[in-house]
């Protein structure tokens, strides 16, 4: 059994995974790129090892540094957190062939569920409803594509076979568009995800994103952990989380959250995960499964109770968990806002130094950040920079206290998305719960088009203190 643990990747989630093993007594060993060496959360672990240059081939794509680093330093096991090669089978096969325990599922999972023609066949042999397509790999043959497509019926979507984070997806409105959309998505797959297979689907009109989170040990056990809605989204990025989903009657979502464990048994799935799900007049259909932590899951968290790194150290240790699925609680609501530096209108990276970070507080506030006043976010990777978590005994409560949050959040020196949450925490269509995941993109089409809106702007230009002489002036004119 380990007791050092190899953090594999870098920012709020390096920290959060270091935060989960202290509670557990555990050591860390923080990797980290030479831009990120100075960075707070590096120096809080037991120890760092720089394992390359900034670039993320470099350094956090390295595997061979990694590996070369985690051996080195005398840990038993290596936590990849999300992204980088957090789902990649072969990293998975190589960190266990050095002796070490790789904190996920085992590589055949990742290796079938990265594929997503294969997890979709896996997912419908387990009887989970997925979105009506064909799952095999799209021929070249003009003839047989247009065949296939029409019988599934307009409009399609093209995905990659090997594709994530929203990246090698083409909707197609009509025949005449499909041999473009294929070409391009295939030379984009094949350039992005050195795997050009592509499959094509239904491409629903006006569905939500939800998505349940599943916790399983090594001894056969399995259980779902609740519901998450992430339909706010922009090209395919989710902007805000919120756990449960709301307006889903709970019976709704127990039936498709048994489905996920039973489908997790049939696999032999270990660890953390997520199913992710489509829904649409009232039905659920399957769109993939990440093997790995999610950016969200702190909203799950907030809800259950439970630490959910934590547990999926515990279950990589061997342990058995330690509760039943008539255990997991889940108390009020919980809402997550994805804080990016990057341009409110043009929405491109803005890396630079943070002259001041002035977190939010007070009662069912979280962050989760790794930023420090003085940090200078780097310009190679993602652009998130903290995320904000309320919890309230209601959605309503939650949003309110979000709402505050935002307002008492400083992020000075670069651009940040502040003020487009701030103005989405009082969209009413928003308020209201249940959006689909074409409502952010249409809220910024209105937003753009109407022209008296004034433009998103720093929240902070107008410091709302009034000084004892604007006091003054005021009673004069009152009393005159
Ligand atoms: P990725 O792995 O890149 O995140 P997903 O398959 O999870 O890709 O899809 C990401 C997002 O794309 C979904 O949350 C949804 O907004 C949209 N999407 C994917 N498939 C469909 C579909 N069949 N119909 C409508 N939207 C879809």
Not at 37 to 46: F, G, H, I, T
Not at 197 to 224: M, S
């Amino acid at each position: 059994m380990f007791d050092t643990v190899f953090i594999a990747n870098r920012g709020e989630i390096a920290l959060r995974i270091l935060r989960a093993c202290r509670g557990l007594g555990l050591k860390t060993i923080v990797a980290h790129s030479d831009s990120d060496a100075e960075a707070d959360y590096v120096r809080q672990a037991d120890r760092a090892i720089c394992i390359g240059p900034a670039a993320p081939g470099a350094s956090y794509l390295n595997q061979a540094a990694l590996l070369l680093a985690a051996r080195a330093s005398g840990a038993g096991a290596v936590h990849p957190g999300y992204g980088f090669l957090s789902e990649n089978a072969a990293f998975a096969e190589r960190v266990n062939a050095a002796g070490l325990t790789f904190i996920g599922p085992d590589a055949a999972c990742l290796r079938t569920m990265g594929d997503k023609i294969a997890a979709k066949t896996a997912m419908r042999a387990a009887g989970m409803p997925c979105v009506p397509g064909y799952d095999k790999s799209l021929p070249d043959d003009p003839g047989q594509l247009a065949a296939i497509a029409a019988e599934i019926g307009y409009p399609v979507i093209i995905k990659a076979a090997g594709g994530g984070g929203g990246r090698g997806m083409r909707v197609v409105p009509a025949a005449e568009a499909l041999p473009d959309a294929v070409r391009l998505t295939r030379e984009e797959a094949r350039h992005a995800f050195n795997n050009p297979t592509l499959y094509i689907e239904k491409f629903l009109a006006h569905p939500r994103h939800i998505e349940i989170q599943v916790l399983c040990d090594n001894h056969g056990n399995a259980l779902w952990l609740g519901s998450r809605d992430c339909s706010l989204q922009r090209r395919h990025q989710k902007v805000i989380e919120e756990a449960p989903a709301p307006g889903i009657a709970p019976q709704r979502i127990a039936k498709i959250g048994e489905r996920c464990v039973t489908a997790c048994r049939q696999i032999g799935y270990s660890g953390v995960g997520t199913f992710e799900f489509l829904y649409q007049d009232d039905a659920f259909f399957f769109i993939e499964m990440n093997t790995r932590l999610q950016v969200e899951h702190p909203v799950t968290e907030m809800i259950t109770g439970i630490d959910i790194v934590q547990q999926q150290i515990r279950v990589a240790r061997g342990e058995r968990l330690g509760f039943t699925q008539a255990e997991v609680r889940s108390v009020g609501h919980a809402v997550e806002c994805r804080i990016n530096a990057e341009n409110p209108h043009s929405f491109l990276p803005t890396p630079g130094v943070v002259t001041r970070w002035q977190p939010p507080g007070g009662f069912g506030v979280r962050v989760d950040s790794h930023m420090t006043t003085g940090y200078r976010v780097p310009p190679y990777y993602d652009s998130m920079i903290a995320k904000l978590i309320t919890h309230g005994a209601h959605r309503e409560d939650a949003l309110a206290r979000m709402r505050q949050a935002l307002r008492e959040t400083r992020v000075e020196g670069i651009d940040s998305n502040l003020a487009l949450h701030q103005q989405l925490l009082i969209d009413p269509g928003f308020s209201a719960g249940g959006v689909d995941i074409h409502h952010l993109e249409r809220w910024l089409a209105d937003r753009a088009a109407a022209e008296s809106v004034p433009p998103l702007r720093s929240p902070h230009g107008d410091s709302g203190v009034t000084t004892l002489a604007e006091l003054d002036g005021a009673s004069a004119s009152q009393s005159a």
